[in-house]
């Protein structure tokens, strides 16, 4: 099992940009692909991205594609996501979760399909 610890959120300004990351402990960290989420006040937990055990390949939601980047750094166990052009609408609470990854690919990423989540940290968008 890993467990997942969100940081970095706060308030920004809408246009700006933020890092948030998750640090991640127990099983190794590398066999695991690892997606960021987020759910806005009444609002589904929805997915944004994910990347791979090696961090070689990556997927994006439509509406996150091209303003969000997410990384990982194996050695210190950690994922990021780098976010930048943000907009009111981007508020919410973020989440990472893990999903063991036989092969170096992306596995389902549906959140409905995980069974525990992490506290999230909130990300607030000033218009």
């Known amino acids: 099992q890993v467990q997942l610890v969100e940081s970095g959120g706060g308030l920004v300004q809408a246009g700006g940009s933020l890092r948030i990351s998750c640090a991640a402990s127990g099983r190794t960290n590398s066999n695991y692909a690892m997606g960021w989420f987020r759910q806005a006040p009444g609002k589904e937990r929805e997915f944004l991205a994910a990347?791979?055990?090696?961090?070689?390949?990556?997927n994006y939601a439509d509406s996150v594609k091209g303003r969000f980047t997410i990384s990982r750094d194996n050695d210190k166990n950690t994922v990021h996501l780098q976010m930048s052009n943000l907009k009111p609408e981007d508020t919410a609470v973020y989440y990472c979760?893990?999903?063991?990854?036989?092969?170096?690919?992306?596995?389902?990423?549906?959140?409905?399909?995980?069974?525990?989540w992490g506290q999230g940290t909130q990300v607030i968008v000033s218009s």
């Open positions: 979760n893990a999903r063991w990854s036989t092969w170096d690919t992306i596995p389902t990423m549906n959140p409905r399909s995980f069974g525990s």
């Open positions: 990347i791979s055990r090696s961090g070689v390949t990556t």
